[in-house]
């Protein structure tokens, strides 16, 4: 969402996926100066899969909250879940991502992987994922890193003509393209990555 500067907005989705299906979702922050999304999603009919991605670009003093539950509550599903952030100045993205795997989900397969870029000293990346796991014969895994720009990635692109903007901003749209490239929707996929640029262009 782009909203103004000084807007609030809060949102919820509560999803419940039935047998042989495919949910896609996708959560995009770049405006607004406090923002929390919630999504509540149920597995509940067997051979579906689930992918459900977002992406925060925040600078100034912005706040972006992302909260997930994914509950897998019968067998044979999957999930991916890729959450990426890019924070300025006095930036503060959270993101907390709760899978669980319930007794009877035998066959689960279920991934969570959330990442912050931090381009100031200032900013602040808040991420906590978490497995419930009470199932025996499940594939599940989760993980979290937070880190600045590759500095020798940056040499290489600025001795290669680039100016340091034009390398920073090259780097960053790959470090949020693998989120963006899980909308399936052409044209949201490319709104999206315009969302990306013109934060991007805006930067000073």
Request: proline share 1%.
């Amino acid at each position: 969402m782009e909203d103004a500067r000084d807007a609030f907005n809060i949102s919820t989705a509560f999803v419940t996926v039935g047998a042989h299906s495919h949910f896609n979702t996708f959560n995009m922050t770049s405006g607004g100066n406090v923002s929390r999304y919630q999504g509540f999603i149920k597995c509940a009919g067997e051979h579906s899969h689930i992918a459900t991605n977002g992406v925060n670009l925040l600078n100034g003093t912005q706040h972006g909250d992302t909260t997930l539950f994914l509950d897998h509550a019968v067998p044979n599903c999957s999930s991916n879940e890729v959450f990426r952030a890019v924070l300025d100045d006095r930036g503060h993205s959270v993101f907390q991502g709760r899978i669980i795997v319930q007794p009877d989900a035998q066959k689960t397969a279920a991934k969570m992987m959330t990442r912050a870029l931090l381009l100031s000293d200032d900013a602040e990346a808040d991420n906590k994922p978490e497995l419930e796991i009470f199932a025996d014969d499940v594939t599940c895994g989760h993980g979290a890193t937070t880190g600045a720009l590759d500095e020798s990635l940056l040499f290489y692109l600025r001795a290669r003509g680039l100016s340091e903007k034009e390398a920073q901003a090259l780097l960053i749209a790959a470090f949020v393209g693998e989120a963006i490239e899980s909308v399936v929707s052409d044209d949201l996929r490319e709104a999206a990555m315009a969302t990306a640029e013109r934060w991007l262009a805006a930067r000073g």
